[in-house]
Protein backbone atom coordinates (compact mmCIF):
# COMPACT_ATOMS: atom_id res chain seq x y z
CA UNK A 1 0.00 0.00 0.00
CA UNK A 2 2.64 2.47 1.23
CA UNK A 3 4.94 1.87 -2.15
CA UNK A 4 1.55 2.42 -4.33
CA UNK A 5 0.92 5.93 -2.29
CA UNK A 6 4.20 6.91 -3.19
CA UNK A 7 4.11 5.86 -6.59
CA UNK A 8 1.12 8.09 -6.63
CA UNK A 9 2.64 11.13 -5.34
CA UNK A 10 5.47 10.78 -7.70
CA UNK A 11 2.91 10.45 -10.89
CA UNK A 12 1.34 13.59 -9.99
CA UNK A 13 4.46 15.42 -9.17
CA UNK A 14 5.73 14.32 -12.39
CA UNK A 15 2.14 15.63 -14.29
CA UNK A 16 2.10 18.81 -12.53
CA UNK A 17 5.67 19.68 -13.49
CA UNK A 18 4.65 19.13 -17.21
CA UNK A 19 1.73 21.50 -17.01
CA UNK A 20 3.79 24.16 -15.29
CA UNK A 21 6.56 23.46 -17.57
CA UNK A 22 4.00 23.90 -20.47
CA UNK A 23 2.52 27.18 -19.43
CA UNK A 24 6.12 28.76 -18.83
CA UNK A 25 6.41 27.99 -22.55
CA UNK A 26 3.05 29.15 -23.93
CA UNK A 27 4.52 32.62 -22.60
CA UNK A 28 6.68 34.03 -25.13
CA UNK A 29 9.26 36.23 -22.46
CA UNK A 30 9.39 39.86 -24.00
CA UNK A 31 12.19 41.55 -23.22
CA UNK A 32 12.29 45.27 -21.52
CA UNK A 33 14.02 47.39 -24.07
CA UNK A 34 13.58 50.61 -22.71
CA UNK A 35 11.21 53.43 -25.26
CA UNK A 36 10.68 49.82 -27.63
CA UNK A 37 8.81 47.17 -25.21
CA UNK A 38 9.12 49.11 -21.77
CA UNK A 39 9.06 52.26 -20.40
CA UNK A 40 12.14 54.51 -21.06
CA UNK A 41 13.12 55.59 -17.70
CA UNK A 42 16.38 57.57 -18.94
CA UNK A 43 14.63 59.72 -22.10
CA UNK A 44 17.41 62.34 -21.84
CA UNK A 45 20.06 59.82 -22.20
CA UNK A 46 23.91 60.70 -20.25
CA UNK A 47 22.46 63.38 -17.78
CA UNK A 48 19.36 61.34 -16.77
CA UNK A 49 22.17 59.23 -15.43
CA UNK A 50 24.96 61.47 -14.82
CA UNK A 51 23.94 63.69 -12.13
CA UNK A 52 24.39 64.55 -8.07
CA UNK A 53 22.01 62.39 -6.84
CA UNK A 54 23.39 63.46 -2.99
CA UNK A 55 26.38 65.26 -1.63
CA UNK A 56 28.34 62.22 -1.55
CA UNK A 57 27.31 60.57 -4.86
CA UNK A 58 27.80 63.09 -8.13
CA UNK A 59 27.98 61.04 -11.12
CA UNK A 60 27.66 64.25 -13.43
CA UNK A 61 29.47 64.45 -16.52
CA UNK A 62 31.95 66.79 -15.04
CA UNK A 63 32.55 65.10 -11.99
CA UNK A 64 33.02 61.65 -14.02
CA UNK A 65 35.70 63.86 -15.98
CA UNK A 66 37.73 65.26 -12.90
CA UNK A 67 37.89 61.71 -11.68
CA UNK A 68 39.44 60.26 -14.65
CA UNK A 69 41.95 63.11 -14.11
CA UNK A 70 42.70 62.04 -10.89
CA UNK A 71 43.28 58.62 -12.41
CA UNK A 72 44.95 59.94 -15.23
CA UNK A 73 42.72 58.57 -18.05
CA UNK A 74 41.95 61.83 -19.32
CA UNK A 75 43.33 65.32 -19.77
CA UNK A 76 42.31 68.47 -18.44
CA UNK A 77 39.37 70.12 -19.39
CA UNK A 78 38.68 73.80 -19.11
CA UNK A 79 34.81 74.41 -17.89
CA UNK A 80 34.20 76.44 -20.67
CA UNK A 81 33.65 73.46 -22.46
CA UNK A 82 31.31 71.29 -20.09
CA UNK A 83 28.26 73.91 -20.44
CA UNK A 84 26.51 71.87 -23.46
CA UNK A 85 26.85 68.66 -22.32
CA UNK A 86 27.14 65.58 -23.76
CA UNK A 87 27.23 67.59 -26.87
CA UNK A 88 30.33 69.19 -25.83
CA UNK A 89 32.21 66.14 -25.10
CA UNK A 90 31.76 65.25 -29.61
CA UNK A 91 34.33 68.81 -29.43
CA UNK A 92 37.44 66.48 -28.93
CA UNK A 93 35.35 62.98 -29.49
CA UNK A 94 34.18 63.53 -33.32
CA UNK A 95 33.82 60.56 -35.06
CA UNK A 96 36.70 60.70 -36.99
CA UNK A 97 39.01 61.51 -34.41
CA UNK A 98 41.65 59.64 -32.26
CA UNK A 99 38.90 58.88 -30.08
CA UNK A 100 35.37 58.85 -31.41
CA UNK A 101 33.19 59.32 -28.84
CA UNK A 102 30.62 55.80 -29.58
CA UNK A 103 34.17 54.06 -28.74
CA UNK A 104 34.70 55.74 -25.84
CA UNK A 105 31.28 55.50 -24.42
CA UNK A 106 31.02 51.95 -25.62
CA UNK A 107 34.18 50.86 -23.45
CA UNK A 108 32.89 52.41 -20.77
CA UNK A 109 29.77 50.70 -20.35
CA UNK A 110 29.45 48.13 -22.19
CA UNK A 111 32.85 46.08 -21.15
CA UNK A 112 33.88 44.05 -17.94
CA UNK A 113 30.85 42.25 -17.49
CA UNK A 114 29.14 42.42 -14.38
CA UNK A 115 31.97 43.89 -12.36
CA UNK A 116 30.65 46.78 -15.14
CA UNK A 117 27.57 49.01 -13.40
CA UNK A 118 25.92 50.05 -16.31
CA UNK A 119 25.64 46.00 -17.28
CA UNK A 120 24.39 45.19 -13.82
CA UNK A 121 22.22 48.06 -12.95
CA UNK A 122 21.35 48.81 -16.13
CA UNK A 123 21.07 45.42 -18.04
CA UNK A 124 23.28 47.13 -20.38
CA UNK A 125 20.87 48.46 -22.46
CA UNK A 126 21.48 50.11 -25.78
CA UNK A 127 18.52 52.26 -25.74
CA UNK A 128 19.16 53.87 -22.30
CA UNK A 129 21.93 56.19 -24.50
CA UNK A 130 19.97 55.59 -28.00
CA UNK A 131 16.47 56.47 -29.08
CA UNK A 132 14.40 54.99 -32.28
CA UNK A 133 12.52 56.95 -34.23
CA UNK A 134 9.73 54.43 -35.43
CA UNK A 135 8.83 56.20 -38.50
CA UNK A 136 12.19 55.93 -40.17
CA UNK A 137 13.80 53.36 -38.58
CA UNK A 138 16.58 55.82 -37.82
CA UNK A 139 18.48 55.38 -34.59
CA UNK A 140 20.31 58.44 -32.99
CA UNK A 141 21.79 59.40 -29.48
CA UNK A 142 19.54 60.94 -27.36
CA UNK A 143 21.11 64.63 -25.90
CA UNK A 144 23.64 64.74 -29.24
C1 LIG B 1 21.29 54.33 -17.64
C2 LIG B 1 22.38 55.03 -16.98
C3 LIG B 1 23.51 55.62 -17.80
C4 LIG B 1 23.44 56.33 -18.97
C5 LIG B 1 22.20 56.66 -19.80
C6 LIG B 1 24.78 56.76 -19.28
N1 LIG B 1 25.64 56.30 -18.33
FE1 LIG B 1 27.63 56.72 -18.22
N2 LIG B 1 27.82 55.41 -16.68
C7 LIG B 1 26.78 54.77 -16.06
C8 LIG B 1 27.33 53.84 -15.07
C9 LIG B 1 26.53 52.93 -14.16
C10 LIG B 1 28.74 53.99 -15.13
C11 LIG B 1 29.80 53.23 -14.31
C12 LIG B 1 30.30 52.06 -15.14
C13 LIG B 1 31.29 51.21 -14.35
O1 LIG B 1 30.89 50.52 -13.41
O2 LIG B 1 32.48 51.25 -14.71
C14 LIG B 1 29.01 55.01 -16.13
C15 LIG B 1 30.28 55.49 -16.45
C16 LIG B 1 30.52 56.62 -17.22
C17 LIG B 1 31.77 57.33 -17.32
C18 LIG B 1 33.06 57.00 -16.55
C19 LIG B 1 34.04 56.25 -17.42
C20 LIG B 1 35.35 55.97 -16.69
O3 LIG B 1 36.23 55.35 -17.32
O4 LIG B 1 35.49 56.34 -15.51
C21 LIG B 1 31.58 58.39 -18.17
C22 LIG B 1 32.56 59.45 -18.56
C23 LIG B 1 30.20 58.30 -18.65
N3 LIG B 1 29.60 57.22 -18.04
C24 LIG B 1 29.63 59.18 -19.54
C25 LIG B 1 28.36 58.99 -20.12
C26 LIG B 1 27.83 59.74 -21.25
C27 LIG B 1 28.54 60.87 -21.96
C28 LIG B 1 26.59 59.22 -21.52
C29 LIG B 1 25.65 59.56 -22.65
C30 LIG B 1 26.19 59.45 -24.02
C31 LIG B 1 26.32 58.20 -20.52
N4 LIG B 1 27.42 58.07 -19.72
C32 LIG B 1 25.12 57.52 -20.38
C33 LIG B 1 25.44 54.95 -16.30
C34 LIG B 1 24.91 55.60 -17.40
C1 LIG C 1 39.69 68.75 -24.58
C2 LIG C 1 39.38 67.55 -25.27
C3 LIG C 1 38.40 66.59 -24.61
C4 LIG C 1 37.12 66.85 -24.20
C5 LIG C 1 36.35 68.16 -24.24
C6 LIG C 1 36.59 65.59 -23.73
N1 LIG C 1 37.52 64.59 -23.86
FE1 LIG C 1 37.31 62.64 -23.31
N2 LIG C 1 39.21 62.23 -23.89
C7 LIG C 1 40.07 63.15 -24.49
C8 LIG C 1 41.32 62.48 -24.83
C9 LIG C 1 42.52 63.11 -25.52
C10 LIG C 1 41.18 61.14 -24.38
C11 LIG C 1 42.22 60.02 -24.43
C12 LIG C 1 43.00 60.01 -23.16
C13 LIG C 1 44.08 58.94 -23.16
O1 LIG C 1 43.92 57.91 -23.79
O2 LIG C 1 45.08 59.18 -22.47
C14 LIG C 1 39.84 61.03 -23.80
C15 LIG C 1 39.32 59.86 -23.26
C16 LIG C 1 38.04 59.71 -22.78
C17 LIG C 1 37.51 58.50 -22.21
C18 LIG C 1 38.24 57.17 -22.07
C19 LIG C 1 39.04 57.13 -20.80
C20 LIG C 1 39.66 55.75 -20.60
O3 LIG C 1 39.86 55.39 -19.45
O4 LIG C 1 39.91 55.06 -21.58
C21 LIG C 1 36.22 58.76 -21.84
C22 LIG C 1 35.25 57.80 -21.20
C23 LIG C 1 35.95 60.14 -22.18
N3 LIG C 1 37.07 60.69 -22.76
C24 LIG C 1 34.75 60.78 -21.97
C25 LIG C 1 34.51 62.13 -22.23
C26 LIG C 1 33.24 62.78 -21.97
C27 LIG C 1 32.01 62.11 -21.42
C28 LIG C 1 33.39 64.10 -22.33
C29 LIG C 1 32.39 65.21 -22.18
C30 LIG C 1 31.86 65.42 -20.85
C31 LIG C 1 34.76 64.25 -22.80
N4 LIG C 1 35.40 63.03 -22.72
C32 LIG C 1 35.31 65.44 -23.22
C33 LIG C 1 39.80 64.47 -24.75
C34 LIG C 1 38.64 65.15 -24.41
C1 LIG D 1 26.52 55.04 -22.73
C2 LIG D 1 25.79 55.36 -23.91
C3 LIG D 1 25.72 54.36 -25.03
C4 LIG D 1 25.35 53.03 -24.94
C5 LIG D 1 24.95 52.25 -23.72
C6 LIG D 1 25.40 52.51 -26.29
N1 LIG D 1 25.79 53.48 -27.16
FE1 LIG D 1 26.07 53.30 -29.17
N2 LIG D 1 26.69 55.22 -29.29
C7 LIG D 1 26.80 56.09 -28.22
C8 LIG D 1 27.41 57.34 -28.67
C9 LIG D 1 27.70 58.55 -27.81
C10 LIG D 1 27.65 57.20 -30.06
C11 LIG D 1 28.32 58.21 -30.99
C12 LIG D 1 27.36 59.21 -31.55
C13 LIG D 1 28.05 60.28 -32.37
O1 LIG D 1 29.27 60.28 -32.52
O2 LIG D 1 27.31 61.12 -32.91
C14 LIG D 1 27.18 55.85 -30.42
C15 LIG D 1 27.24 55.32 -31.70
C16 LIG D 1 26.83 54.05 -32.05
C17 LIG D 1 26.91 53.51 -33.37
C18 LIG D 1 27.43 54.22 -34.62
C19 LIG D 1 28.91 54.49 -34.51
C20 LIG D 1 29.73 53.24 -34.51
O3 LIG D 1 30.33 52.89 -33.47
O4 LIG D 1 29.77 52.56 -35.52
C21 LIG D 1 26.46 52.22 -33.31
C22 LIG D 1 26.37 51.23 -34.44
C23 LIG D 1 26.07 51.97 -31.92
N3 LIG D 1 26.31 53.11 -31.18
C24 LIG D 1 25.54 50.79 -31.45
C25 LIG D 1 25.28 50.51 -30.11
C26 LIG D 1 24.79 49.22 -29.60
C27 LIG D 1 24.48 48.01 -30.46
C28 LIG D 1 24.68 49.34 -28.25
C29 LIG D 1 24.26 48.30 -27.22
C30 LIG D 1 24.96 47.02 -27.28
C31 LIG D 1 25.08 50.69 -27.91
N4 LIG D 1 25.44 51.37 -29.05
C32 LIG D 1 25.09 51.20 -26.62
C33 LIG D 1 26.43 55.84 -26.93
C34 LIG D 1 26.00 54.63 -26.43
Redesign the pocket.
Known amino acids: MRSRAVLAVIVIGVLLTSVVAAMAAEQPKVPAIPGITAEDTHPNG?TDC?RKVSPDKDYS??T??AN?VK????????ER??KD??K??????KPDS??P?AQ??H??HLTGGAENHFISNYQGQCMNCHQLDPKTGSISVKGL
Open positions: CHLPEIMAGTHPKVSMMLPQCLTCHKHFVMKA
